[in-house]
């Protein structure tokens, strides 16, 4: 089975961090995807990438950056936390559009 | 663009009645797919299943049901017989079909149905 595995299942940062969120996926998926879950707003793509060093804007890229050195590992990257960023993050990969892997999430709280 | 509507914010019924959870979806490519998955307490996604959009066959796996309408844009689930272990928030999710070999379009998702089933 596909796993993909996100570094930290909780994180607690303060404002204006740099934030590190990393996801490893172990079947050599091209495509990979960074989604932010709120409550009542869904999930909602940040940014996905479709090979190595690419890099592609989703709904809501702003406060954030991504950085894709391997194909298995994708980072997103906050580069001043704040408290709105305070959500679940949940990493997907996929080796086409039938399916996707999501990772277990990442919870992080902006104090 | 493509887009997911779930109406249903909330639904609560009492165990072993049946529920309906409806999806609404929006796209002018003849060459998609739906999903639905499940997301319980712990947070994790669970894939429930995938359609293509070339095929309408409803589907049944245990309580489970999908019933896909390309006519009204649908892709409803219900839940038989519901129980408590199928409280969770549902989420409806679309994709295109790859545009390059090995490609894949994003997911697009509703915004989600939390349903409570209560003893």
């Known amino acids: 089975d596909v796993k993909v595995t996100q570094s930290s299942r909780y994180l607690v940062k303060r404002t204006g961090e740099k934030v590190f969120l990393e996801c490893v996926q172990d079947?050599?998926?091209?495509?990979m995807f960074w989604y932010r879950q709120d409550p009542g707003l869904g999930l909602r793509l940040i940014y996905f990438s479709y090979d190595v060093k690419m890099k592609e804007k989703g709904d809501i890229p702003e406060g954030y950056s991504v950085s894709r050195e391997k194909k298995e590992r994708f980072s997103l990257i906050l580069e001043s936390a704040s408290t709105n960023q305070t959500s679940m993050y949940l990493c997907?990969?996929?080796?086409?559009?039938?399916?996707?892997?999501f990772g277990s999430g990442t919870r992080l709280t902006v104090v | 663009a493509q887009k997911v509507t779930q109406a249903q914010t909330e639904i609560s019924v009492v165990e072993k009645e049946d529920v309906t959870l409806d999806c609404v979806y929006e796209?002018?490519?003849?060459?998609?797919?739906l999903f639905w998955y499940k997301q319980p307490p712990s947070g994790e996604l669970v894939f429930l299943i995938r359609r293509n959009s070339f095929d309408e066959q409803n589907e049944i796996s245990g309580r489970y049901s999908w019933n896909f309408q390309k006519s009204t844009s649908s892709f409803n689930f219900t839940i038989t017989a519901s129980q408590v272990v199928d409280s969770a928030v549902y989420f409806c999710a679309l994709s295109l079909a790859g545009l390059r070999e090995g490609g894949s379009e994003k997911l697009v998702f509703g915004k989600g149905t939390k349903l409570t089933v209560n003893p």
């Open positions: 079947m050599d998926h091209e495509n």
């Open positions: 796209t002018r490519d003849t060459t998609y797919y």
């Open positions: 997907a990969s996929s080796l086409n559009s039938y399916g996707y892997t």
